[in-house]
């Protein structure tokens, strides 16, 4: 169920792309690790940017990851959907179980990969289509058969955004604002029926407003996805997550700077008890 293997016989296109029958699948055991990551690192070229890092992420839950900019947050949450593998000069390393699958074993198929686990990103990128083509995009290269409006519909509610555009799904995307821009972009990654969505710092451009329901989607949709999120906004990572890790950076003698994971642990404990005065001075403000 869970392969990515390129040579085996495709899936049924509803299994793959009907949102509905997702809903339908047996409740995962929320204790379930979806991601095993032992001795992570990053290289761009010669430069070691992100390294040690080894954590286990659950299904049915938010994952935080936090630290100050430039300590790896966004190359390491490219490792978990291989979009590290469009930059030619990033070599990873360690491993990266997904549903126990080598995610960068040599028969997966790195496309099936970016379907399961998709992204949202910091500035809300919609496409220059209509709302309703913006949605329908994943299903339509994937050749999804059922009804491509039922679909959209769904992902549209699904995002909280289907009552503000269901009686102008034929305009622009950019005619929305910019949080319901990025509700669009989240529908867009639901539609093709994931696995898990990372989003990387996907409020940073968003007012208090439309940041409130960014989050408050984010608790909604971990009932039935894994999320993972980068966030710069320590208070956002209290608020919504699960468990959270906090990177830094260390600099050696030589001058290099690479990110490094301090500590992984209950949200709670990161924020009241954090066992590593690296953390404690970070989440106090003191440092970053
Ligand atoms: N495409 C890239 N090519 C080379 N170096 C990169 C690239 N992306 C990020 N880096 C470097 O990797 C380090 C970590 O960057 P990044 O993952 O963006 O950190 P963060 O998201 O925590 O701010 C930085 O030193 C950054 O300059
Ligand atoms: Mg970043």
Redesign the pocket.
Same mark, same amino acid.
């Given at each position: 169920m869970t392969d990515l293997t390129v040579n085996e016989p495709p899936m049924t296109p509803t299994n793959l792309y009907s949102v509905t029958d997702a809903r339908e699948l047996p409740a995962v055991d929320p204790a379930e690790v979806i991601f095993e990551i032992r001795d992570c690192a990053?290289d761009?070229?010669n430069?070691r940017?992100?390294a040690d890092v080894t954590l286990d992420i659950r299904a049915q839950e938010i994952t935080a990851i936090i !630290?100050? $900019?430039?300590? !790896?947050? $966004?190359?390491?949450?490219?490792c978990l959907n291989r979009m590290n593998d469009f930059?030619g000069?990033?070599k990873v390393s360690g491993t990266i179980q997904y549903r126990s699958e080598d995610l960068y074993g040599s028969r997966v198929d790195a496309a099936e990969v970016r379907r399961r686990i998709g992204m949202v990103f910091q500035r809300p990128n919609p496409f220059p289509k209509s709302i309703f083509d913006n949605v329908a995009y994943g299903p339509r290269i994937n050749k999804y058969h059922g009804n491509v409006g039922e679909l959209v519909e769904e992902a549209l509610t699904r995002a909280a955004l289907w009552d503000e555009v269901k009686d102008k799904l034929k305009k622009s995307a950019f005619a929305l604002s910019g949080g319901q821009q990025q509700r669009l972009c989240i529908a867009r990654a639901l539609a093709v029926a994931p696995d898990v969505i990372l989003m990387?710092?996907p409020c940073s451009s968003l007012d208090p407003i439309a940041t409130s329901r960014i989050e408050d989607l984010m608790v909604e949709l971990k009932r039935q996805y894994t999320i993972v999120i980068?966030t710069h906004n320590m208070q956002q990572a209290a608020r919504v997550s699960d468990r959270t890790a906090f990177?830094t950076?260390d600099v050696d003698d030589a001058g290099n700077?690479t990110?490094r994971l301090v500590e992984f642990d209950a949200t709670q404990t990161i924020f009241t008890s954090p066992s590593d005065p690296r953390t404690e001075g970070y989440i106090t403000g003191r440092f970053g």
């Open positions: 990053v761009y070229g430069h940017a992100v !630290g100050p $900019s430039g300590c !790896g947050k $966004s190359t390491f949450l490219r930059i000069s990033a990387d710092e980068v990177f950076t700077r990110g």
